[in-house]
């Protein structure tokens, strides 16, 4: 027992010995949170201003003032991402997912187990699957409009907060392309769905930053103390892991027989289908690959909870953020609407919405000044030496040409500073210019993200893997609503403002009790 607390007691202690206490940075403004209450979406010019001062990576505080790095540097943070199985996601951000998404679920776990859960879902993600599945985010689009269109009274205008009805219709989306299940979400002649009522009560608030949850979340004896949140998820968690058994077990059999009746075995070749369940289902039973690659029927399950809340949450809090912005800028709404009205249908294929210049355009400035995960944390499981783009100088007066890392040092990569930082988008980085990326500054080039040369999706052998499905599905719903409406604030637009830790969305200023939302007058358009 002496010598046991004799190794954690050098343990904490070296904490404040390691080597990124050679790097400057911002005095912390608490001994005990550090710098956590800066990592809220609505202080970001604090980041901005931090490195403004002390450079591309600097110092910052963790819990109880433990030094941590935050680095915008492409170099670094591409050094970290594409080095996965030596910086994992941190046991604390891992703890707070799990409860959410659960234990064994891609986004939760880490090495060789997310390396073999990767290898058996990424053929369901591939351009060809998802070109598969755009009928389905049009059809789901138009759906919505009537759902905003039956509130409206006659010919006149309807003010409703657009996060409820998007976040419905993504979540009727993930339910037919992910699983062929259908919520019926925005179907008003049915009772609310609980998984919808589940994840509102989840995401209609943020996490809170408190010393009990930051304990809670390092601590694990103190998960008796549950808050009402804390309660939510786990209901959540449980409804979503009950409708994925249910799910798992029809679809396992319908394979199967389908695979009787044709007399053979199934093979990796033979991966087909629509739903994104049913083609990882496929893929894990195909006879040619090897049992050590499998998944268990467990681990197919805990995809489910991945699929929910990835597929629905970030792509509907996208998109509210995408209409936030062409309501905030009339001229960038009609421009838009002008180019969608090129087409004559209202069932484009997926080359057809990827044809649409600006629509693009608007989906990369919305996913950049309005990324929905505003950072992401790295542990290092090992000492390493990250490389930098540029010498720096550290507190001492001395150049640097490198950044020494410890085995356990903490690194913060906020995504958002990354996409609003000066000196690599340039002055004008706060304005919503859709028109930038007809002429990108060569400083974007080494930013390691799987797409746009954005971080939004992240990057490395943990990248997004549903970036495609998000972005095809953005664009549909986008083409849709500005075909058929006009957008408008309900409320002054200096009152919304972004809040959330690490996952932002708008709110009102004046009504934060309400959480999030995004209140906007809706009146038809007319066809151009």
């Known amino acids: 027992m002496a010598s046991t607390t004799l190794q954690e007691g050098r343990a904490v202690v070296s904490i404040y010995l390691i080597p990124l206490r050679r790097l400057r940075g911002p005095p912390s403004d608490s001994l005990v949170f550090g710098h956590f209450k800066h990592i809220d979406a609505n202080d970001v010019s604090s980041h901005r201003k931090w490195f403004g001062e002390y450079g591309a990576s600097f110092r910052g505080s963790g819990l109880f003032c433990a030094p941590r790095l935050w680095t915008i540097d492409p170099r670094v943070i591409n050094h970290v991402l594409t080095h996965s199985m030596d910086y994992y996601k941190p046991p604390e951000n891992r703890k707070v997912l799990s409860r959410i998404l659960g234990q064994d679920g891609l986004i939760v776990t880490e090495g060789e187990a997310h390396r073999r859960e990767r290898r058996i879902l990424n053929p369901a993600f591939g351009p060809t699957q998802i070109r598969e599945l755009t009928g389905v985010f049009l059809a789901k689009a ?20 657009v996060m409820e009805g998007l976040s419905k219709m993504t979540l009727d989306v993930v339910g037919l392309a992910g699983f062929n299940y259908a919520f019926e979400a925005l179907n008003t002649d049915l009772p609310p769905n609980e998984l919808s009522l589940a994840l509102n009560e989840i995401f209609k608030q943020p996490l809170k930053l408190s010393l009990s949850s930051i304990l809670g979340n390092a601590l694990p004896f103190l998960d008796i103390f549950r808050d009402e949140r804390a309660k939510a998820e786990e209901a959540a968690l449980l409804t979503m892991q009950r409708i994925g058994k249910q799910i798992l077990a029809e679809r396992k059999a319908g394979i199967l027989h389908e695979s009787s009746e044709k007399a053979r075995t199934l093979e990796k070749k033979d991966v087909q289908g629509r739903d994104l369940l049913t083609l990882l289902i496929k893929a894990n039973m195909a006879t040619d690959v ?28 996208s998109t509210t953020w995408c209409l936030y912005a062409i309501t905030r800028d009339p001229s960038i709404q009609q421009k838009l609407r002008e180019e969608v009205f090129t087409l004559s249908t209202d069932t484009p294929s997926m080359g057809e919405l990827n044809s649409l210049p600006y629509l693009d355009k608007v989906i990369h400035e919305t996913l950049r000044l309005h990324a929905p995960v505003t950072g992401t944390n790295r542990i290092a499981t090992k000492d390493d030496v990250l490389p930098v783009s540029q010498p720096y100088t550290d507190r001492h007066g001395n150049v640097c040409t490198e950044i020494p890392i410890a085995k356990g040092d903490r690194i913060l990569i906020p995504i958002l500073a990354l996409h609003t930082s000066k000196e690599i988008w340039g002055e004008d980085v706060l304005e919503f210019k859709p028109e930038r990326w007809d002429s990108l500054p ?9 797409w746009g040369h954005l971080m939004t999706f992240l990057g490395g052998p943990h990248a997004c893997i549903g970036y495609r499905f998000s972005l095809v599905e953005m664009k549909a719903l986008m083409y849709m609503l500005v075909r058929n409406f006009e957008f408008e604030f309900a409320v002054p637009g200096e009152d919304l403002e972004p809040f959330g830790l690490f996952l932002q969305r708008p709110r009102v200023r004046t009504e934060t009790e309400k959480g999030a939302q995004l209140p906007l007058i809706i009146r038809p358009c007319k066809r151009m």
């Open 442 to 450: 060569d400083t974007i080039a080494n930013v390691p993200g799987v």
């Open 290 to 317: 090897p049992e050590s690659q499998r998944l268990s029927d467990e681990e197919v399950v805990a995809q489910i909870p991945t699929f929910f809340v990835a597929g629905h949450e970030t792509t509907s809090t």
């Open 142 to 161: 138009h759906e919505l409009c009537a759902y905003w269109n039956a509130q409206r009274e006659g010919s006149g205008s309807l003010r409703t907060n």
